[in-house]
């Protein structure tokens, strides 16, 4: 008995790591990435009695220090939105006719990561649904693997018609417009 006790906690420790890397997101299971964040960003803060939004610039505080992106991306300690804070008025965000596509319902945050299929910045695919990268971001996916990076699509709470697209490989993110289905 005294045996059967010994070797039961003995393989245990083989068998308990196995059991929670099954339970694991893909990703992190191939040790892709450190971090996928749970929700989206934040809207902007508004100034009081305006209704507006906070103004202080694209894509500013990146990087915070030696090491992180030059680029948006998530601060995994907070899930802060790093480069997220330029406001529902930003004018490089700005489109006539937010949604003139429809709405992409694919599914929204962790649980939904697609596996780019093909593409360029200017138009790529997964499972059918069909996006473009906004211009003012095209320097942000630059190193994006169009045929095989697995991505997270987040609504974008300021800017009507973009969505946010967090490459779960490189850890950073650009805004996204949804153009329809195959």
């Given at each position: 008995?005294?045996?059967?006790?010994?070797?039961?906690?003995?393989?245990?420790?083989?068998?308990?790591?196995?059991?929670?890397?099954?339970?694991?997101?893909?990703a992190r299971r191939?040790?892709?990435?450190?971090?996928?964040?749970?929700?989206?960003?934040?809207?902007?803060?508004?100034?009081?009695?305006?209704?507006?939004?906070?103004?202080?610039?694209?894509?500013?505080?990146?990087?915070?220090?030696?090491?992180?992106?030059?680029?948006?991306?998530?601060?995994?300690?907070?899930?802060?939105?790093?480069?997220?804070?330029?406001?529902r008025d930003d004018?490089?965000?700005?489109?006539?006719?937010?949604?003139?596509?429809?709405?992409?319902?694919?599914?929204?945050?962790?649980?939904?990561?697609?596996?780019?299929?093909?593409?360029?910045?200017?138009?790529?695919?997964?499972?059918?649904?069909?996006?473009?990268?906004?211009?003012?971001?095209?320097?942000?996916?630059?190193?994006?693997?169009?045929?095989?990076?697995?991505?997270?699509?987040?609504?974008?709470?300021?800017?009507?018609?973009?969505?946010?697209a967090y490459n779960?490989?490189?850890?950073?993110?650009?805004?996204?417009?949804?153009?329809?289905?195959?």
């Open positions: 008995m005294k045996k059967l006790i010994v070797l039961l906690a003995a393989s245990s420790i083989f068998f308990l790591p196995a059991l929670a890397e099954s339970r694991m997101h893909p191939a040790g892709i990435v450190r971090f996928i964040p749970p929700h989206g960003p934040l809207p902007a803060p508004r100034i009081a009695g305006t209704g507006r939004a906070t103004q202080v610039g694209p894509h500013r505080g990146f990087p915070e220090r030696r090491g992180h992106p030059v680029a948006p991306y998530v601060r995994a300690r907070d899930s802060r939105w790093i480069g997220h804070d330029s406001g004018p490089h965000y700005h489109l006539d006719r937010p949604w003139e596509h429809g709405r992409f319902a694919g599914g929204f945050g962790p649980d939904h990561a697609f596996r780019l299929a093909g593409g360029t910045r200017e138009r790529f695919w997964f499972g059918g649904f069909y996006f473009r990268v906004a211009p003012f971001d095209h320097v942000f996916c630059d190193d994006w693997l169009w045929d095989g990076d697995e991505i997270v699509i987040y609504e974008d709470p300021d800017h009507d018609g973009w969505y946010l779960v490989r490189l850890g950073t993110y650009c805004h996204v417009m949804y153009l329809g289905t195959s």
